[in-house]
């Protein structure tokens, strides 16, 4: 509608508040948000737990919460199916898979925010440095981006990594590499929309300087469109991280990480264990689907109107 | 501005993209291998070969000197003898890159189609319960890691219903045909080797049907959504307006303007298949690019692994080109600039 | 120069690059295409008054308002500013000078940060200038008042809980909180309804007498500047065709273009209208002569080989055009 | 006999904010010939008319009640394929924005094609490309298109705003439509461009007899193009009849805070009334007469009750200044 402006002033609701009860007319993004706070919720509750249990040397305190020791070997227990006892069965060692799972949340979890945090950070710098001076400095900027761009994401990730060794933090730092290109792109992209706005024209005759143009703003204004996309793209992440673990260069063993946990259990696929691979894989699943859901929630809400850029 | 002046300015950016991923590559390998020499002499470096492997790759020449060699060798396609394989490297990426590139064509195709046709009966049904269908599919294929969409198309159709090879390139009691394109099929089909031809196009199915399932729900979401947007244009209403039937409002006006962004999507798709097949071919045993690639990185077989890459990029280089020349080929408001 | 002249240009010339011209384009050899979007434009404004500038699109007059107040930078000529040359100001200097110098946006909806709150929105040219805390709150609470906006029910709002009408006059409160002498107001009411439209003009006027501002007021609108202005310039693909005192140029307008467009402006109670043939022409290949010369009905010889010279006609209204130069 | 005839006409739009009440109890008639101007401001519902009565309303709007009469067919009874049928040759709509009326990837002739080679089908004729082609050089050279040939080879950004205006009227008159509806159609249009496409309609209605609903926010533009003018504020209809007696003697107290509040060239008397408030947000309408808050009539009863549409001389108006 060309002349049909709705203007939802009078309203004085906080913006959460508002969010909560178009979730509530959007029952998929309402199941979104919940997986999402379940996940990210539980994952820190449990990696608090599992720090405690490494700062006292007592690493039992990091299963206190879990049914079962998710280290503990137990021959006699090996590939048992779900059941009531072991809802997500056991594995080739007997060790209980529900736990399992649940003990690697935090590392999929903080991997996630750690990518896509640092991809905003420097993809955000770059992006919004490329599209705010334009000319050369963008020429500059956009050529390194398209170099990093036309490397295949997880080669190049699983080389990075091996130049600087395995493990949680290695990976997350190999994902950066290739992440943050996406994020100069599209943080260049919104801020040479909101340039041409009028609000920066009114800052700089403000006598605003331009690290306050770029910082008070464009950034918050560029930002809330990304929002959504980051949102769905910490499911990304889970996802490539998830394909780098499954190659076996993510933490090493015993740990249980649910990429790893997947191909340890496609040895013994489809016979005599089908769950041990597929069951994480579907935990995988289920919460990539939740933060696509949230994402898509939060960019239907921000262009029906919620906040207005 | 003709299509020559375009194709020079593209080529000019494709070659410093290109020179861009050398150097990147270039950086990594030097911190990945201080000292390649001790890497490549194999697994067990006797000082000899070593010295040998350091004078023939100048590797005690100042870094810009190193710089220059590499960049020549990756331009001579000279990548020297693979450590591991004792082959020359070149040979190698001949023998695997061709499987891949076919495995990656077929999933391309059915995202294609499947992506278009489903994207478009969205968009039409919006919001009807074949719109949520629809849309629930491909949250959950994308949302699923590859390797699973791989395990759970094995369980069903190869394990459970039996129907189709779970891994593999081809019957392995069948010879192969003669190495022409390198793609099984193709040579196949050129040989005219029937019998290899359906067999191995049998064992292409599943890997391709899983690499198309985890991607082509970006297309999908993509026809669909921007259909939707385009359904919302003035000139969609000129449409309707002259009183146009719906079939041709939506075939004619809509999807050839939903077409248009798709063509960028579908080559940044291309590109992500290209290293998505790094799984697939794993849980396949699908010999190819992303299988030698993988087996490469556990040997610590750095020359592959970065010839490989390199390759990879390029293919990823020259899809973007393709989709330029297409977009300003379909879109009459980009005059090849 | 009198004293009463507050903003005086000299061959004030801007041209822009019709696209972008790049690395590549500089290693093909390819010719940049430029627009000239301000040709060679000499005017004075002066002081406590409105001075309309008139135009359509691609006449220019947004980017000559803009260069004005130093949000672009000119390709030659000269701006002088109380006869202080403010072409070059640098740093410090410019900043000083823009508290001077405002500017009251086109469109209300994105001349506000959607995610700022209202008081520092309009607070931010004092905060940038060292004012703080309850001096600041004090300003923005004075300046809201003479605007007519509620502190207290609308200081903490975010834009997008306001109306167009309220938007614009936040915008103005900003552009005034800093005290300038001289503000440009670009087509400050055409994204307005009509029955707002009018609250906001006469809320110009108010000010300007309130606080002896200076206007440029830009408008597509020729009643808007009939209403407004007391001295109106009309610019055409770069160039002004006509200066003058309002009244006298819209009662009897010299120009042939000025008198066109006059006849195009629909009015109540009129039923005809006689407007000009063809439409602006591109400003990436602007005719040698007059701009004006491929639409003029009245066009000679001359004005497609000569660009007419800006000359006075009668009391001190003046003429681009061939028709006024004396032989 | 009224080509078309509009009844009682209420439209509601669903969003998630609550129910927007975008059109109340719209009533009027456009005879064959005539032409009826619409003039409102943001929110008053008048793109909402147009489209109603179009059937192109978005899916989350609603036809509450009414009728819409055209041609003695009541358009919201009709099949979307019947009326499908009514489109393009029956009514015919150009619209706002100029840039993105036509189909960016198809060249100016095959749009224009298009529309000839329906009404060959409807007509029950034999689509000839040649006689499509002169007929749309000849139809581009009635709407003063320069140089016809070349135009109608080029792809709609190759156009201006004006030209492309041309080319949706052209296309109107290829499919020779009983009523032409035009929304808005020179807003986006410079001063001297929208004189010119003005004149250009006020031509048309002559040589072809069209009806013309014209709508528009600038309600001095009615004054050129419109026999009668209807001024409809926040939904509601508030005045209605011809050109002349609306412009020189409005009877609504919106209507002539309206004319007295814009500025006019061809007035110089000093200050400009003003109208007080803004524009009532539609979620939340006002009771009773949308526009009392801001009406310096305002008696109790306009905040209780919605005045009826009066007959006041030859001017339909609906206010309780003049009775019920």
Same mark, same amino acid.
């Not at chain 1, 919460?65 to 280290?71: A, C, D, G, K, V």
């Not at chain 4, 358009?75 to 009709?78: N, P």
């Given at each position: 509608m060309a002349t049909q402006t709705v203007v939802i002033s009078e309203r004085r609701i906080s913006s959460l508040r508002l969010f909560m009860t178009y979730m509530r007319h959007n029952p998929p993004t309402l199941v979104g948000f919940i997986i999402t706070i379940a996940f990210y919720g539980w994952s820190i509750i449990e990696g608090i737990l599992q720090l405690l249990g490494m700062v006292f040397h007592n690493p039992a305190i990091g299963w206190a919460?879990?049914?079962?020791?998710?280290?503990a070997v137990n021959y006699a227990a090996a590939f048992q199916p779900p059941s009531l006892k072991h809802i997500f069965g056991t594995d080739n060692l007997g060790r209980d898979l529900f736990s399992e799972i649940l003990y690697g949340a935090p590392t999929e979890a903080l991997i996630s925010i750690l990518v896509v945090g640092s991809a905003i950070l420097i993809g955000g710098l770059i992006g919004m440095i490329s599209g705010y001076f334009g000319k050369y400095v963008d020429e500059t900027g956009m050529r390194v981006t398209d170099m990093f761009l036309a490397f295949p994401a997880i080669i190049l990730a699983l080389a990075v990594e091996a130049a600087i060794g395995r493990g949680a933090i290695n990976a997350a730092i190999a994902l950066v590499v290739v992440w943050w290109p996406t994020y100069a792109r599209l943080f260049r992209a919104e801020t040479l929309r909101i340039k041409t706005q009028y609000f920066v024209d009114a800052a700089k005759l403000s006598g605003t300087g331009t690290m306050g143009i770029i910082f008070r703003h464009i950034f918050p204004n560029v930002l809330t469109p990304i929002i959504s996309y980051a949102t769905i793209d910490l499911g990304n992440v889970i996802l490539a991280y998830s394909i780098i673990s499954f190659l076996g260069f993510g933490v090493p063993p015993p740990y249980p990480e649910w990429g790893r946990l997947v191909s340890e259990g496609f040895q013994y696929f489809p016979a005599p264990a089908w769950w041990y691979a597929i069951i994480p894989g579907v935990v995988i699943t289920i919460v990539v689907i939740g933060l696509a859901l949230l994402g898509d929630g939060i960019s239907e809400y921000i262009t029906s109107g919620g906040i207005t850029t | 501005m003709g299509l020559a002046s375009f194709l020079i300015r593209r080529g000019i950016n494709m070659v410093i993209t290109v020179l861009g991923v050398i150097f990147i590559m270039f950086i990594i390998t030097h911190i990945i291998t201080p000292n390649p020499a001790v890497a490549w002499a194999g697994p067990h470096p006797v000082p000899s070969i070593v010295e040998a492997i350091t004078k023939e790759y100048h590797l005690n020449d100042p870094v810009y000197v190193q710089f220059y060699y590499f960049l020549l060798a990756v331009i001579q396609g000279n990548w020297g003898e693979d450590p591991m394989y004792h082959q020359p490297i070149i040979q190698l990426i001949d023998t695997y890159f061709p499987r891949t590139l076919e495995l990656t064509i077929a999933a391309m195709i059915v995202i294609i189609i499947l992506g278009i046709l489903t994207g478009a009966i969205a968009a039409v049904h919006k919001n009807t319960p074949t719109d949520y269908t629809i849309r629930a599919f491909y949250l959950v294929t994308w949302s699923m890691p590859p390797f699973l969409v791989a395990m759970l198309l094995q369980l069903a159709i190869a394990y459970g219903l039996k129907l189709l090879p779970a891994t593999g390139l081809a019957n392995p009691l069948l010879s192969p045909p003669k190495l022409i394109t390198g793609m099984p099929t193709v040579d196949a089909l050129i040989e005219g080797d029937w019998p290899y031809f359906w067999s191995s196009l049998r064992h292409l199915i599943l890997p391709a049907t899983a690499l198309a399932l985890v991607a082509f729900g970006i297309i999908s979401r993509l026809i669909r959504n921007s259909m939707i947007d385009i359904a919302a244009k003035p000139f969609i209403r000129t449409a309707i307006m002259k009183g146009l039937r719906e079939r041709d409002v939506v075939f004619k006006h809509m999807l050839r303007n939903a077409l248009i962004p798709a063509i960028t999507v579908l080559a940044l798709t291309f590109a992500s298949l290209l290293a998505g097949a790094v799984v697939i071919e794993d849980v396949f045993s699908w010999t190819g690019m992303g299988w030698l690639l993988t087996q490469a990185l556990y040997q610590q077989d750095y020359p592959l692994v970065m010839a490989g890459t390199f390759i990879v990029a390029i293919g990823v280089v020259i899809a973007n080109l393709v989709a330029d020349i297409l977009y300003a080929v379909v879109d009459p408001r980009i005059k090849l600039e | 120069m009198g004293s009463d002249v507050l903003i005086r240009t000299e061959n004030l010339v801007k041209v822009f690059l019709a696209k972008n011209y790049g690395i590549i384009n500089r290693i093909l050899r390819e010719k940049p295409l430029f627009v000239?979007? #301000?040709?060679?434009v000499s005017i004075e404004i002066p002081t406590g008054k409105t001075t309309a500038l008139v135009g359509e699109s691609g006449s220019g007059k947004t980017t000559l308002g803009r260069l004005l107040v130093t949000l672009e930078q000119p390709t030659s000529g000269r701006i002088y500013f109380h006869d202080i040359d403010i072409t070059k100001a640098r740093g410090r200097d410019l900043r000083n000078i823009r508290a001077k110098l405002q500017m009251v946006f086109q469109d209300p909806y994105s001349s506000l940060n959607p995610m700022m709150r209202i008081k520092d929105i309009i607070g931010e040219p004092l905060k940038n200038r060292g004012v703080r805390g309850k001096e600041l709150d004090e300003a923005v609470a004075k300046i809201m008042g003479e605007v007519g906006l509620d502190y207290s029910s609308l200081a903490t709002r975010r834009p997008s809980e306001l109306s167009g009408g309220q938007r614009q006059r936040v915008a103005i409160a900003r552009a005034l909180i800093t005290n300038p002498e001289f503000v440009v107001l670009d087509e400050p009411t055409s994204a307005l309804d009509a029955s707002t439209q009018a609250q906001v003009l006469n809320l110009l006027v108010d000010l300007q007498n309130r606080h002896n501002l200076t206007y440029l007021l830009i408008t597509h609108n020729v009643a808007v500047a009939k209403y407004m202005s007391d001295l109106i310039m009309i610019m055409y693909m770069g160039k002004i065709l006509e200066i003058g005192d309002t009244g006298s140029v819209l009662k009897e307008p010299l120009h042939p273009y000025t008198q066109a467009l006059i006849e195009s402006v629909p009015d109540i109670g009129k039923s005809e209208l006689k407007p000009p043939t063809g439409e602006v022409g591109s400003l990436v290949n602007p005719p040698k002569g007059c701009r004006f010369y491929p639409r003029c009905p009245f066009r000679m010889d001359i004005c497609r080989e000569r660009e007419p010279p800006i000359v006075? #006609?009668?009391?001190g209204i003046k003429v681009a055009c061939w028709l006024y130069v004396k032989k | 006999m009224a080509l078309l005839e509009v009844k009682d006409l209420s439209i509601i739009y669903r969003t998630p904010f609550g129910i927007v009440n975008a059109l109340n109890d719209i009533t009027f008639n456009i005879d064959k010939g005539e032409s009826l101007t619409v003039v409102g401001e943001s929110g008053s519902g008048k793109s909402t008319l147009a489209l109603a009565i179009a059937r192109l309303?978005?899916?989350?709007? %609603?036809?509450?009640s009414g009728s819409i009469i055209f041609d003695n067919i009541d +358009? +919201? %009874? +009709?099949s979307s394929d019947e009326m499908r049928k009514i489109r393009g040759t029956g009514i015919f709509m150009v619209f706002q924005e100029p840039a993105t009326s036509l189909n960016p990837v198809f060249k100016v002739k095959d749009q224009l094609m298009e529309a000839v080679r329906i009404r060959y089908e409807r007509e029950g004729n034999i689509f000839d490309e040649n006689k499509a082609i002169s007929e749309i050089i000849s139809v581009l050279k009635d709407v003063r298109m320069p140089d016809p040939e070349l135009i109608?080879?080029?792809?709609?950004?190759?156009?201006?705003g004006g030209q492309i205006q041309r080319v949706m009227i052209a296309m109107g008159l290829l499919m020779r439509p009983k009523l032409f509806i035009a929304d808005e159609p020179t807003s986006a249009l410079d001063v001297t461009v929208q004189a010119q496409i003005l004149r250009l309609l006020k031509d048309l209605k002559r040589e072809y007899g069209i009806s013309i609903l014209f709508i528009t926010h600038d309600i001095a533009v009615a004054s050129i193009i419109a026999d009668s003018v209807m001024v409809l504020y926040a939904g509601q209809l508030m005045e209605l009849g011809s050109v002349k007696s609306v412009m020189h003697e409005p009877k609504h107290p919106y209507t002539q805070a309206l004319l007295s509040s814009i500025p006019r060239i061809s007035k110089t008397e000093g200050k400009l009334p003003i109208i007080g408030g803004s524009v009532p947000n539609l979620l939340n309408p006002p009771p009773g007469c949308r526009f009392h808050p801001r009406c310096p009539f305002r008696m109790d009863i306009c905040s209780k009750a919605v005045p009826n549409l009066t007959k006041v001389n030859d001017i339909y108006v609906r206010c309780f200044l003049y009775g019920q």
């Open positions: 919460l879990l049914p079962y020791n998710p280290f | - | 000239r979007a #301000v040709d060679d006075e #006609v009668k009391n | 309303l978005p899916p989350n709007a %609603k036809y509450v +358009l +919201l %009874k +009709l109608i080879e080029r792809y709609p950004h190759q156009l201006s």
